[in-house]
């Protein structure tokens, strides 16, 4: 009897050129053989799938681990004895990843090849499982676009053939001094992950890199912590709530209190209390 395929979400992000994402939840469906124009990376959260490949041998993913295929690569997949499988799926664009590729190593050395077919690697299992998470969520653009470069560089480098290129210490400084003024005169506005790159000269990998490692944060989370900062002072001020919470850029005002909360530890009513 044919298994159908429940619980199954797609997310598509208009705004992002990068990977479609979905989750499926506890499927016993099984998959005939098939390929994709696209990269694809699965995430098995639990159960066990047999991925039976054509031009790598054939192995079987269990929780905790990653399955890559190269565009074009005929692939079948079975639960293991029927047991339901949970994992998450990205399909990305050959352009966009060969794009990255190149940004990453610093020069165009030609599509990337996935080498292996499962890997067990946490690592690159939490930052697609973020990168899933905040698209799911519908996060800030500049949240999405950086868990999506880091992940698939994460991958990329690991196990995609791709040498990161180095990054001069005076450029990193550097490109570190222009993002925190790009973002502080940014407080009310939309930043995107290019933006931040042509404002640094740097590809957007090394960007994110070398800002990470001076400040322990990405781009996104500093910006929000200026934000907030800001919407502190105004608020001390003596501005309404729902003024400090469009000044700085902020959706509507449970954004607002949310973000706040989570920053302060505390609502904003409760950080004017007395």
């Known amino acids: ?10 997310w598509r992000s208009d ?34 799938n047999y991925c039976h490949g054509r031009s ?6 269990v929780g905790g681990q990653v399955c890559l295929f190269n565009p074009g690569e005929v692939h079948s997949g079975e639960p293991e004895r029927g047991v339901p499988a949970t994992y998450r799926m990205f399909y990305a664009d050959p352009h966009w990843l060969h794009r990255v590729a190149a940004e990453l190593g610093g020069r165009d050395a030609g599509p990337p090849d996935f080498r292996r077919l499962i890997v067990p690697d946490a690592d690159v299992l939490r930052a697609f499982l973020r990168l899933s998470d905040l698209v799911a969520d519908g996060a800030e653009l500049l949240a999405r676009q950086s868990a999506m470069v880091g992940a698939f560089s994460l991958v990329l480098a690991r196990h995609g053939g791709v040498r990161p290129e180095a990054v001069t210490a005076r450029d990193g400084n550097a490109a570190v001094r222009r993002v925190r ?37 990405t781009p996104h989370a500093y910006h929000t912590q200026l934000r907030v900062d800001r919407a502190k002072l105004l608020l001390r001020r003596g501005w309404a709530m729902a003024d400090a919470a469009q000044e700085t850029g902020f959706v ?9 909360r989570r920053y302060v530890g505390a609502t904003p009513g409760q950080y004017l209390s007395r």
């Not at 990977?19 to 998959?31: D, I, K, M, Y």
């Open 181 to 217: 003024a790009y973002l502080a005169e940014r407080l009310a506005h939309k930043v995107s992950l290019e933006d931040l790159a042509e404002a640094t000269g740097l590809s957007r990998f090394h960007m994110l890199r070398v800002f990470r490692d001076a400040t322990g944060m």
């Open 252 to 260: 509507d005002q449970s954004h607002f209190a949310n973000t706040f």
């Open 56 to 61: 790598r041998r054939s192995s079987v993913v």
């Open 15 to 48: 705004d992002l050129d990068g990977p479609e994402t979905n989750r499926v939840l506890r499927s016993a469906h099984t998959f005939p053989k098939h390929s994709h124009d696209q990269y694809a990376v699965g995430l098995m959260e639990e159960g066990a």
């Open 1 to 10: 009897m044919r298994q159908p395929l429940e619980n199954v979400r797609y």
